[in-house]
C-alpha cells in the first residue's frame, strides 16, 4: 500500500519535473546546422552505450546520471522529421559522406532521461525527463530576417549599398532588364516573371562564387513555393531619392512599381514573418554557427560578404529589448552560443585564434553590448572530425598537422593548415597570406559507433548541463 502510493507520488512529481528545451541553431548556409544537429542526435544516443568517454566534458554523462535518450515523436506532425537515420547511414557508406544541403524545415525530439541531484525532493531520487526539441532549416532563408524592419524602398536602398562591381557583372542580365521597364505602367505578370528569374539567376551565381548576402533567401531555395507569384519581385537599385517619391505617390495600385511593392510586403510578412513565428520566436536557447575558414579561401569578398551576413542578423541583437527583432527573438532565450565550425580543419593550436576570429566578427568594431540578461559563451568546434591531428618532424622541428582525406582529389593527405587571423584580416593580411583550408570527406563510421567530434562535450555541458541538474 505505502509502496503503491510512494510510486504515485514519485510518478507525480516526476511528471511535474519534467522539462523542455527549444534550441535553435541559427547559421548560415554551409555553416554546418545539419552536421551539427547530426552529430549533437549521435552524442546524446550514444550515451551509456559503451563508458561515456566520448563526452568527457558534459557532466550529466560522465556522473552517468543520464539514464537514457531516445528520438520520440514530435510535437508539431505537418513539419518533416529530421532526417537523421539518413544523414547517419550517408556518414556510414563506403566511402562516407557528409550530409545533403538542406531544402526544406523539418524537426526532431529527443527525450533525456535523468536522475535528478538536486532539488527538494531528491531523496526521493526521483528521475526527470527533458524534452529537447530542435529544428532544422536552410541557411538562406536566416538572412530573410532583416527584411522585417525594412520597407521596400529601405531594402533596396542597403541591397544598392552592398552592390559592388563584383555583383554588378554577375546582375548584367537582370539590370538590362529593370533598366527597360516603366515601372509606372501597368504591370504585365509575364513580365515581372522573367525578370525576377534573372534577379534569381543573379542570386544563384552569387551563392556560387561564395557570396553569402543573398536576399530574398528563399528565391534560392524557394521549396513548397516556386513558381508563386510571391517570390516574383526585385529590388530596385538604381533609383534617386525623387525618383521613390514620385513612384510613390503615383497612385495606380496596377503599377509595376506597386504590384512589386506589394508581393515584397506579402513576402515580407506572410512568408518571412511567419517563419519565424512559427520556429524562431518560442526557442530557448539558440547557437549561432559559423563557417569562418572557407570564406577566407575563397576571397576577400567573399570573406567580408559573410561577416556582412553576420552583421546584419546582430545588430538586431544589439538595441535592447525595444527592437523588433530582438522581441521576437529573446524573450526567453537565456542562452547563446556563437560556434566556430568546422575546427578539424586547423590544428589544435590555431583553436583559440579562430575562436578569437569569431569573436571579432560578432562584436563588430568592438560596438557590441552584452546581449541582455543572456549567458553567451564563444567555441569551436568539429561536429564531424573529418582529420586527424599528427605531429610531424621536418629538419628536427617538431610540427603538428592534419590528416585525412583531401575532398578535391580523394587522396590521403598530411597538411600544415597554417594559421588563423586573430582578428578579421585587413587589405595588407590579404595580400600577403593565402589561405588553404582544404575541405575533407569524413572518416568511415562502424555501426555502433558515435561520430568523431571535437568538443561537442563543451557544447552540451552549456547548452544543457543545467537542464539536467
Ligand atoms: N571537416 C568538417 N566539415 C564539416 C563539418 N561540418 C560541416 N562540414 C562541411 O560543411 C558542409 C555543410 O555542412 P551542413 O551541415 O550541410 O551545413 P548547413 O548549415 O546545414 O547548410 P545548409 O543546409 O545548406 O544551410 C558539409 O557538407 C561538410 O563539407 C565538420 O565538423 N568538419
Ligand atoms: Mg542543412
Redo the contacts with the bound molecule.
Keep these: 500500500m505505502l509502496n503503491t502510493l510512494q510510486k504515485e507520488m514519485n510518478q507525480f512529481i516526476n511528471r511535474g519535473l519534467d522539462r523542455s528545451l527549444r534550441l535553435a541553431v541559427t ?10 544537429i547530426t ?1 549533437l542526435i549521435n552524442q546524446l544516443l550514444h550515451i551509456n552505450r559503451v563508458d561515456n568517454s566520448h563526452l568527457p566534458l558534459f557532466d550529466p554523462a560522465r556522473n552517468l546520471r543520464v539514464l537514457g535518450v531516445k528520438r520520440i515523436a514530435q510535437l508539431d506532425l505537418s513539419i518533416p522529421r529530421f532526417e537523421y537515420e539518413r544523414n547517419l547511414n550517408e556518414l556510414q557508406q563506403k566511402p562516407p559522406h ?5 531544402r526544406g524545415v523539418s524537426e526532431t525530439r529527443l527525450a533525456i532521461r535523468y536522475q535528478r541531484q538536486s532539488g527538494l525532493m531528491s531523496y526521493l531520487k526521483e528521475t526527470g525527463t527533458l524534452y529537447l526539441d530542435i529544428f ?1 532549416y ?3 532563408w536566416l538572412l530573410d530576417l532583416p527584411l522585417l524592419a525594412l520597407s521596400y524602398q529601405q531594402w533596396s536602398q542597403e541591397l544598392s549599398q552592398l552592390f559592388n562591381d563584383k555583383r554588378k557583372n554577375l546582375a548584367q542580365p537582370w539590370l538590362a532588364k529593370v533598366a527597360k521597364l516603366d515601372l509606372t505602367a501597368l504591370a504585365n505578370e509575364d513580365v515581372l516573371a522573367q525578370i525576377a528569374q534573372d534577379y534569381t539567376d543573379y542570386l544563384q551565381a552569387c551563392k556560387e562564387r561564395g557570396l553569402h548576402f543573398i536576399q530574398p533567401g528563399r528565391f534560392v531555395l524557394p521549396a513548397e513555393l516556386e513558381g508563386a507569384p510571391a517570390l516574383q519581385f526585385f529590388p530596385l537599385l538604381e533609383l534617386t531619392t525623387e525618383q521613390w517619391e514620385q513612384l510613390k505617390n503615383n497612385a495606380n495600385s496596377k503599377s509595376y512599381f506597386s504590384v512589386l511593392v506589394q508581393r515584397y510586403e506579402y513576402y515580407r510578412h506572410k512568408i518571412v514573418k511567419k517563419f519565424y513565428q512559427d520556429y524562431f520566436a518560442n526557442f530557448d536557447r539558440q547557437v549561432i ?1 559559423a ?1 569562418c575558414l572557407t570564406p577566407l579561401n575563397h576571397s576577400r569578398q567573399a570573406f567580408d560578404d559573410m561577416r556582412e551576413g553576420l552583421t546584419q542578423l546582430f545588430k538586431n541583437f544589439h538595441y535592447g529589448k525595444r527592437h523588433l527583432l530582438t522581441r521576437l527573438f529573446s524573450p526567453r532565450i537565456d542562452k547563446l552560443m556563437f560556434i566556430a ?5 586547423i590544428t589544435s593550436d590555431q583553436v583559440p585564434n579562430l575562436i578569437s576570429l569569431m569573436r571579432h566578427l560578432v562584436q563588430k568594431g568592438g560596438s557590441y553590448v552584452e546581449f541582455e540578461g543572456i549567458e553567451t559563451e564563444y567555441s569551436a ?7 586527424q591531428q599528427v605531429n610531424v618532424t621536418q629538419n628536427g622541428q617538431k610540427f603538428k598537422a592534419i590528416q585525412g582525406i583531401r ?1 578535391s582529389d580523394l587522396q590521403q593527405v598530411t597538411v600544415f593548415p597554417g594559421s588563423v587571423p586573430m582578428k578579421v584580416p585587413n587589405e595588407a593580411f590579404w595580400q600577403t597570406n593565402k589561405f588553404e583550408f582544404d ?2 570527406e ?1 572518416q568511415p563510421l562502424e555501426p555502433g559507433e558515435n561520430i568523431p ?1 571535437l568538443r561537442m562535450d563543451t557544447v552540451l555541458q552549456f547548452l544543457l548541463g543545467d537542464k539536467l541538474d
Design positions: 547559421g548560415l548556409s554551409r555553416s554546418g546546422k545539419t552536421a551539427f552529430s557528409f550530409p545533403q544541403s538542406t532544422d536552410p541557411g538562406e554557427l563557417d565550425t568546422k575546427a578539424d580543419h568546434i568539429a561536429s564531424i572530425r573529418a582529420t575532398s575541405q575533407f569524413p567530434h
